[in-house]
């Protein structure tokens, strides 16, 4: 929901503006905010790009493509560029990889992709700080002494090689997502769907971004496959919202009893909205059937601003729960779908042959959930699951410390 997305992350073509789980990523959230452009920029090679904006004294908001400036200002750019300077110290030197460049600073090294459009201007950034590599005792140890309940699973061909609480369901954000690209699985393998069915995007299934169907015209035709892409890809509510329907919630269910009922993105903004606080004490107090009934009442519920997700915890009873060992069990089953390929999150895919990867966040939640394999054929899943009812979790810090598990399985 809020993206989250954990490091610094300006993936702006397809990347979640918000995802409280929901609003990632994953890593860099924001809204829209208008920029009036500039003339266009000159001629520029992608490593001339990334040298100007490490080096200009001002970002320049003509060194963008509309469309990037339409998730991401000028301004939240440049406050991105100013963190990594101010951690990472004086900008050194740019070189290009086979994956694209790295950009050296003082005291460290960063990852970056960048993208133009034939107008020289940038249509796709990311930046992605090199974390130093993390042995399975360390990371452990780590959660071990954590004071509020978080989760650690890393599994080797199918093998548990760390675990801290993987036993323990905890809220997991848009990790949930997990499940329902699982239940519309089963179903195109039933014969009830496939990937080509079209359907006709329906009002109420409309939600709070991350995403950008909420922004679609109604009856805009989908196919099961594109929503499975926008749902994991960019952690599209919307998209998630109409496969819930589409493939039936109780289908979902069956794979995760412990979330039922199994709530849509709307149903959880609208829960959480403090207007609608009476329905969110009927809904705690109510049991399944009730509980049912409540819902049955949220499409006519106002939902509110995603600018109240941006600040402390709001009730962590309302959510989706797993376990790590859960999440690994679902991740392989869907790690080979065309959905999951798109988005790599925090791994480089330089080091490995194939890389799935889904997360989730929300103020006092953050999933990160990665299937991997190696050039020699052996697969990994490495989950940490992290919620803090109290304050909102440092998601650069433990984003940083997830990629650092994952950089020290090369080792």
């Known amino acids: ?64 493509a509309a469309s990037f400036l339409q998730q991401v200002s000028a301004t939240q750019i440049e406050g991105v560029i100013q963190q990594v300077t101010q951690d990472l110290g004086a900008y050194q030197s740019v ?103 079209v359907v006709e995007l329906q009002p109420e299934w409309k939600s709070l971004p991350s995403g950008m169907l909420q922004d679609w015209p109604a009856t805009s035709a989908l196919t099961m496959e594109t929503l499975a892409i926008l749902m994991i890809s960019i952690s599209d509510n919307t998209a998630t919202d109409a496969l819930i329907n589409l493939v039936g919630r109780e289908n979902i269910e069956a794979l995760t009893p412990r979330n039922r009922p199994f709530l849509t993105t709307r149903e959880f903004f609208a829960l959480k909205n403090p207007v609608n606080a009476s329905w969110l004490e009927e809904y705690r107090r109510g049991d399944l059937a009730q509980k049912r009934q ?54 480089n895919p330089a080091d490995w042959q194939d890389i799935a990867f889904k997360g989730g966040s929300e103020p006092g939640v953050l999933n990160l959930t990665t299937w991997l394999k190696d050039d020699a054929g052996n697969t990994y899943c490495v989950t940490t699951t992290w919620n803090n009812a109290d304050q909102a979790l440092d998601e650069t810090a433990l984003s940083q410390f997830y990629q650092g598990i994952i950089s020290g399985l090369k080792r």
């Not at 409540?294 to 601003?305: D, H, I």
Request: hydrophobic residues 50%; charged residues 10%.
């Open 95 to 197: 070189a290009e990889t086979a994956d694209g460049f790295e950009v050296r600073f003082e005291r460290g090294t960063v990852l970056a992709q960048i993208r133009l459009d034939g107008n020289g201007q940038i249509v796709s950034f990311f930046l992605q700080p090199a974390s130093a590599p993390i042995s399975l005792e360390e990371a452990a140890a780590t959660l071990e002494n954590t004071p509020y309940p978080a989760s650690l699973l890393v599994l080797k061909n199918g093998v548990e090689q760390i675990e801290v609480n993987a036993g323990e369901p905890l809220a997991v954000g848009s990790a949930f997502k997990l499940a329902v690209l699982a239940a519309l699985q089963n179903q195109i393998q039933a014969g009830a769907l496939t990937w080509d069915t």
């Open 294 to 347: 409540v819902l049955s009442a949220v499409p006519e519920l106002p939902l509110p601003s995603a600018s109240l997700f941006a600040g402390a915890p709001l009730s962590l009873d309302v959510e989706w729960f797993f376990t790590s060992r859960e999440l690994c069990q679902l991740m392989g089953q869907v790690a080979p779908l065309s959905a999951m390929q798109v988005n790599p999150g925090v791994a």
């Open 1 to 64: 929901m809020l993206n989250f997305l954990y490091v610094w992350l300006l993936l702006l073509q397809v990347n979640f503006p918000v995802e409280i789980g929901l609003l990632k990523p994953v890593f860099f959230s924001s809204h829209a905010i208008a920029v009036t452009a500039l003339s266009p920029a000159p001629m520029i090679t992608p490593q001339q790009a990334l040298e100007r904006i490490f080096t200009a004294p001002n970002i320049q908001a003509n060194w963008f």
